[in-house]
């Protein structure tokens, strides 16, 4: 079927691409290197994954290579050249507060690791399918700026706003605070729609919101649930920052995520942009995902709210995947919210 090439492919999003793809058929190089245990520490190192991959898929190839390096992605795409049919750029240095304190690292990794990926798409595999892992945070903090209703344990909408099903594209990214990985994703994002619609490349955007599995190495930085497993069952603390522990957000499982780039792949755009996530049926607060691990891993919660929210987060975002699902309209969710945390708690025991 030909090669998919893979960027972040020791992360949740990568590592769950490469095992979709090469069960689907194609072989699969993944470019990887560990850049996660820098942003976060040894404790969010990736290499287990690496490992698990390497033994599983006997056809995979694993490149240890900075996307920023031109020249070692130039040997990769200058060997496969044409028998690339897909690329999924998940890499990407995922942190609002891990950018503001590194922001040229941030910036080059977001914004000109995407750029360097493109060009070569363009010189190498002008017709492969460009996959790009967006984010809602490209939005800013436009999201809060709708009226929201407090209730006891989240911030929600009443059933009659337009958002009630979630946030769609229609959604403004313009005159809003986005943080400073907002800006360097965000500029990813353009890069990939303009490589599209300008030249022709086969690009998707799919701006995800919280993305979950159980392969994915928690922060406290990045990685909700995952994160929030972890420390209920070593019966820490959790610091919740911000919104009394009442924002909410949707969350998908990594697989459904990837069964979306799927249906793309085999059914291509160009520059095209899709909110996507888990829907208010995946959603939950931080209050309420408490009350969800704990039932089900029966450990006591410790936790924290501090009053100061991160720069650029959200107090609720539900994601509007209508669009998406008008053009693929095939796709099912595989996951729900509890069949995450009871699969993410088995995982991690």
């Not at 290197?33 to 404790?43: I, V």
């Not at 490149?63 to 028998?83: A, E, G, H, P, V």
């Not at 975002?317 to 729900?336: E, P, R």
Request: with cysteine; aromatic share 12%; charged share 25%.
């Amino acid at each position: 079927m030909g090669v998919a090439l893979i960027t972040g492919s020791s992360g949740l999003v990568g590592s769950e691409a490469v095992s979709f793809l090469s069960n689907s058929g194609l072989d699969v190089i993944g470019i990887d290197n560990n850049f996660r245990s820098y942003f976060f520490g040894k404790k969010a190192s990736t290499n287990k994954n690496k490992i698990k991959l390497i033994k599983k898929f006997k056809e995979y190839k694993h490149y240890n290579y900075d996307i920023r390096n031109y020249t070692k992605l130039t040997s990769i795409f200058s060997k496969f050249k044409k028998n690339i049919r897909l690329i999924i750029h998940a890499a990407a240095q995922p942190s609002h507060d891990w950018a503001v304190k590194h922001p040229h690292v941030d910036f080059s990794i977001n914004a000109v690791g995407t750029l360097n990926m493109l060009e070569l798409t363009k010189i190498y595999c002008p017709d492969a399918v460009f996959i790009f892992v967006s984010t809602n945070k490209v939005y800013g903090d436009t999201p809060n700026k709708i009226n929201l209703k407090e209730k006891n344990l989240r911030w929600d909408l009443e059933k009659n706003h337009k958002f009630y099903e979630g946030i769609n594209e229609s959604m403004t990214i313009d005159n809003s605070l986005h943080s400073l990985f907002g800006v360097s994703k965000c500029s990813g994002d353009l890069l990939v729609q303009e490589y599209g619609k300008n030249i022709g490349l086969k690009t998707g955007v799919f701006r995800a919101g919280c993305i979950t599995g159980p392969q994915q190495a928690g922060a406290e930085l990045h990685g909700f649930l995952n994160y929030l497993v972890k420390v209920n069952l070593s019966k820490s603390v959790y610091n919740i920052f911000g919104f009394k522990g009442k924002q909410v957000r949707d969350n998908i499982h990594s697989y459904d995520l990837v069964n979306c780039f799927w249906h793309f792949f085999n059914n291509p755009k160009k520059g095209e942009v899709y909110n996507i996530g888990g829907t208010r049926k995946n959603s939950c607060s931080i209050l309420e995902a408490i009350e969800k691990v704990q039932k089900i891993s029966n450990i006591d919660f410790k936790y924290i709210v501090n009053k100061e929210p991160r720069v650029g987060d959200h107090k609720w975002y539900i994601t509007d995947i209508k669009k998406f699902k008008a053009d693929y309209k095939k796709f099912k969710f595989k996951y729900s919210l509890e069949k995450i945390l009871e699969e993410i708690i088995d995982y991690s025991s």
